[in-house]
C-alpha cells in the first residue's frame, strides 16, 4: 500500500511539472501556425544542413519549452515545411537550450558553472550532430507517421506501394493508423498559405480561411487548436507518466547509489535513470544535485544532457511524429554521443 501511494505521488507530481509546458508548446504551435506566414518562416531557414541544424537548436532561446512542450512546436514545423536539421535540432535541443533551463541549472549548480556551460554545449553539439544526420533523409514518408506525412509541405511524395489482399497500400494504412489530425485541428495548405481544416468524415482539408478575419475569431480558432493537440498528447503523456513514476517505485536508490562509483557504469546508470524518472528539463537539475556528492560530474551530465532528449514521456509524444524505427535511430544517437563525451570527461578532466 505503501509503494502505491508513493508511486501515486511521482505519478501526480509528473503530470504537475509537465502539463504546463505540454499547455505551453501546444499554444505556441497554435499561435505559430495562425499568426506566422510559413513561408516566410521556410524561407528563412538556413539551407545548409549543418547550419540549419545548428540553428533549430537554437531556437530554443527564443521559445522556451521543455521536453513535453517541444514535440507540438516539432510537429507544426514538420508540417509547415520546416527543413528536417531544423525541425530535429529544435526537437532535441529546445528542452535544454532555453533561458528558464540555463537559470535553473545555474540555481542548481552555482558551485559547479562548469556542468552549466557544459551542459549548453554537449546539448548544442549533440542536437547539430544528429540534425545534420537525419538531413540526408531527403524522403521523409518512411520516418514520420503516414498521418502527418499527408500533410506536410514540401516533401516527395512517396513510392507507389504494391496492393495486398485486393486492397492499395493507402486503404491499408487508413484503417491502421490513428487519424491524429482531427477535427479542430489545422494545417497550412491551400492557395496563399490559407489554414485548412480537417474534416474527420471526409478525410479531406476543407478551408477555413483566416485573412481576413478579426483578431477574435483567430484567438478562437488557436483554442480550438490547442484543446484538439492537447487532448492528443496529453493522453500519451498521462501513460507515460504512469509507466515512469511505476519504475521509479521498483527502482531501489540504495542500487542506483552503489553504482555511481566507476566512470563508465556512473554514466549508464544515469543515462538510464534519465530515461526512467523522465523529470521536466525545468527541475531536473535540482534532480542531479542529489547524486552530485556519489556521481561523478561527466555522469551528472550525462543525466542533465540526455534526460530531456528522450525519456519515457518524450518517446511516448514522439510515436505522434516518427514511426517506432526513427525514435530508435535517435535513441540510440544521442545515447552513444552522450556516453562518448561524457566518458572523455570522467576519464579525462574530472
Same mark, same amino acid.
Given at each position: 500500500?505503501?509503494?502505491?501511494?508513493?508511486?501515486?505521488?511521482?505519478?501526480?507530481?509528473?503530470?504537475?511539472?509537465?502539463?504546463?509546458?505540454?499547455?505551453?508548446?501546444?499554444?505556441?504551435?497554435?499561435?505559430?501556425?495562425?499568426?506566422?506566414?510559413?513561408?516566410?518562416?521556410?524561407?528563412?531557414?538556413?539551407?545548409?544542413? =549543418?547550419?540549419?541544424?545548428?540553428?533549430?537548436?537554437?531556437?530554443?532561446? =527564443?521559445?522556451?519549452?521543455?521536453?513535453?512542450?517541444?514535440?507540438?512546436?516539432?510537429?507544426?514545423?514538420?508540417?509547415?515545411?520546416?527543413?528536417?536539421?531544423?525541425?530535429?535540432?529544435?526537437?532535441?535541443?529546445?528542452?535544454?537550450?532555453?533561458?528558464?533551463? +540555463?537559470?535553473?541549472?545555474?540555481?542548481?549548480?552555482?558551485?559547479?558553472?562548469?556542468?552549466?556551460?557544459?551542459?549548453?554545449?554537449?546539448?548544442?553539439?549533440?542536437?547539430?550532430?544528429?540534425?545534420?544526420?537525419?538531413?540526408?533523409?531527403?524522403?521523409?514518408?518512411?520516418?514520420?507517421?503516414?498521418?502527418?506525412?499527408?500533410?506536410?509541405?514540401?516533401?516527395?511524395?512517396?513510392?507507389?506501394?504494391?496492393?495486398?489482399?485486393?486492397?492499395?497500400?493507402?486503404?491499408?494504412?487508413?484503417?491502421?493508423?490513428?487519424?491524429?489530425?482531427?477535427?479542430?485541428?489545422?494545417?497550412?495548405?491551400?492557395?496563399?498559405?490559407?489554414?485548412?481544416?480537417?474534416?474527420?468524415?471526409?478525410?479531406?482539408?476543407?478551408?477555413?480561411?483566416?485573412?481576413?478575419?478579426? =483578431?477574435?475569431?483567430?484567438?478562437?480558432?488557436?483554442?480550438?487548436?490547442?484543446?484538439?493537440?492537447?487532448?492528443?498528447?496529453?493522453?500519451?503523456?498521462?501513460?507515460?507518466?504512469? +509507466?515512469?513514476?511505476?519504475?521509479?517505485?521498483?527502482?531501489?536508490?540504495?542500487?542506483?547509489?552503489?553504482?555511481?562509483?566507476?566512470?563508465?557504469?556512473?554514466?549508464?546508470?544515469?543515462?538510464?535513470?534519465?530515461?526512467?524518472?523522465?523529470?521536466?528539463?525545468?527541475?531536473?537539475?535540482?534532480?542531479?544535485?542529489?547524486?552530485?556528492?556519489?556521481?561523478?560530474?561527466?555522469?551528472?551530465?550525462?543525466?542533465?544532457?540526455?534526460?530531456?532528449?528522450?525519456?519515457?514521456?518524450?518517446?511516448?509524444?514522439?510515436?505522434?511524429?516518427?514511426?517506432?524505427?526513427?525514435?530508435?535511430?535517435?535513441?540510440?544517437?544521442?545515447?552513444?554521443?552522450?556516453?562518448?563525451?561524457?566518458?572523455?570527461?570522467?576519464?579525462?578532466?574530472?
Amino acid at each position: 500500500m505503501n509503494q502505491l501511494n508513493n508511486g501515486f505521488t511521482l505519478f501526480l507530481s509528473l503530470l504537475v511539472e509537465a502539463m504546463p509546458f505540454l499547455l505551453l508548446g501546444v499554444l505556441f504551435s497554435s499561435l505559430l501556425l495562425f499568426f506566422v506566414d510559413e513561408r516566410k518562416l521556410v524561407e528563412k531557414m538556413p539551407k545548409n544542413p =549543418l547550419l540549419g541544424a545548428l540553428v533549430g537548436s537554437m531556437i530554443g532561446l =527564443l521559445f522556451p519549452v521543455c521536453e513535453c512542450g517541444n514535440v507540438p512546436v516539432a510537429r507544426r514545423f514538420l508540417i509547415q515545411g520546416v527543413p528536417t536539421p531544423v525541425a530535429i535540432g529544435f526537437l532535441l535541443a529546445a528542452p535544454t537550450i532555453n533561458p528558464v533551463v +540555463i537559470w535553473a541549472t545555474w540555481t542548481a549548480f552555482r558551485d559547479q558553472p562548469e556542468i552549466v556551460v557544459l551542459r549548453v554545449v554537449f546539448s548544442l553539439t549533440i542536437a547539430t550532430i544528429i540534425g545534420y544526420v537525419f538531413s540526408f533523409q531527403k524522403d521523409l514518408n518512411p520516418i514520420v507517421q503516414p498521418a502527418i506525412a499527408r500533410y506536410m509541405k514540401f516533401n516527395p511524395p512517396a513510392q507507389p506501394q504494391t496492393k495486398r489482399r485486393g486492397k492499395p497500400y493507402e486503404a491499408q494504412q487508413e484503417e491502421t493508423v490513428p487519424n491524429l489530425l482531427q477535427s479542430g485541428t489545422y494545417i497550412l495548405g491551400g492557395k496563399a498559405g490559407i489554414p485548412l481544416r480537417i474534416d474527420p468524415n471526409l478525410a479531406l482539408p476543407t478551408s477555413v480561411s483566416t485573412a481576413d478575419k478579426p =483578431l477574435a475569431a483567430k484567438l478562437r480558432l488557436v483554442v480550438d487548436n490547442s484543446i484538439q493537440e492537447l487532448r492528443e498528447l496529453g493522453g500519451v503523456m498521462i501513460l507515460g507518466s504512469a +509507466i515512469a513514476a511505476t519504475i521509479q517505485v521498483l527502482a531501489p536508490r540504495e542500487l542506483v547509489l552503489s553504482l555511481g562509483a566507476g566512470p563508465i557504469t556512473s554514466i549508464v546508470v544515469m543515462l538510464i535513470l534519465a530515461v526512467i524518472v523522465s523529470i521536466c528539463s525545468t527541475v531536473d537539475s535540482f534532480f542531479a544535485l542529489s547524486f552530485a556528492s556519489t556521481f561523478s560530474s561527466g555522469s551528472l551530465l550525462a543525466f542533465l544532457v540526455f534526460g530531456p532528449m528522450i525519456d519515457i514521456k518524450s518517446v511516448g509524444l514522439m510515436l505522434s511524429i516518427f514511426k517506432p524505427k526513427t525514435i530508435f535511430y535517435l535513441f540510440a544517437l544521442a545515447a552513444q554521443l552522450t556516453f562518448v563525451f561524457t566518458l572523455f570527461l570522467n576519464l579525462h578532466v574530472f
